[in-house]
């Protein structure tokens, strides 16, 4: 199994700071045709997951341009420009190369 | 724009099978590259992939469940369900379907489909309970 492991497990963020989430998976998810193979998803509070970013670094449809994705290989990191307070819930690495595994989730709040 | 929804029982005894349902709707389940699938989250816990299918019938089970699940479409009612046999306490959370969707994208060697779950349920709850 891929595990998934996200840092930190909570994020205390001032509204228009900067925020920065670490996946780390325990093996690569370079697929063998270039890409990666990992998404981002948020789930705010009472709600079901959403889509943010796809294959590591492409925002999905109406997601803002403040979130970015990086990285490759088993490092990667979902950064948030300017947090604003619509950005709070827990945010979910997800592995789609060897099945499906997700990371433990981080939780974000605003100070 | 699609919508799925989930129903089901709120309450399972020990040892007895789950029954999902999701039901599709904005869009019919036997168009478009998609497949169909169900996760579920304890409360106040994480997200667990619990497994797909697609349209041709192929399904992928999480290996920590695979020998107590089976998931199912139903083209006549626009449907796809989950069945999770030997439920025990630990099953207990909220289920949730989703719509496997994606974009093609090339490469030097060919061409691919990206699947990413865009479209989700509203989650129902499930509580394994004697």
């Known amino acids: 199994d891929v595990v998934m492991t996200q840092s930190p497990h909570s994020l205390p963020v001032t509204p228009g700071e900067p925020a920065s989430i670490s996946c780390r998976s325990s093996?690569?998810?370079?697929?063998?045709?270039?890409?990666?193979?990992l998404d981002w998803y948020l789930q705010k509070p009472g709600q079901s997951p959403q889509l943010l970013i796809y294959?590591?670094?492409n925002r999905a449809s109406g997601v803002p341009d403040r979130f970015s994705g990086s990285g490759s290989d088993t490092d990667f990191t979902l950064k948030i420009s300017r947090v604003e307070a619509e950005d709070v819930g827990v945010y979910y690495c997800?592995?789609?190369?060897?099945?499906?595994?997700f990371g433990q989730g981080t939780r974000l709040e605003i100070k | 724009q699609v919508q799925l929804q989930e129903s089901g029982p709120g309450l399972v005894k020990p040892s007895q099978t789950l029954s999902l349902t999701c039901t599709v709707s904005?869009?019919?389940?036997?168009?478009?590259?998609?497949?169909w699938s169900w996760i579920r989250q304890p409360a106040g816990k994480g997200l667990e992939w619990i497994g797909r299918?697609?349209?041709?019938?192929?399904?992928h089970y999480n290996p920590s469940l695979k020998s107590r699940v089976t998931i199912s479409v139903d083209t006549s009612r626009n449907q796809f369900s989950l069945k999770l046999s030997s439920m025990a306490a630990a099953d207990t959370a909220i289920y949730y379907c989703?719509?496997?969707?994606?974009?093609?994208?090339?490469?030097?060697?060919?061409?691919?489909?990206?699947?990413?779950?865009?479209?989700w349920g509203t989650g129902t709850t499930v509580t394994v309970s004697s």
């Open positions: 989703a719509r496997g969707s994606g974009t093609y994208y090339n490469t030097p060697s060919g061409t691919y489909f990206y699947y990413y779950m865009a479209d």
């Open positions: 904005g869009g019919s389940i036997t168009r478009g590259n998609y497949y």
């Open positions: 299918i697609y349209l041709g019938g192929t399904t």
């Open positions: 093996q690569s998810l370079l697929h063998s045709n270039g890409y990666t193979y």
């Open positions: 294959m590591g670094s």
């Open positions: 997800m592995q789609a190369l060897q099945s499906i595994t």
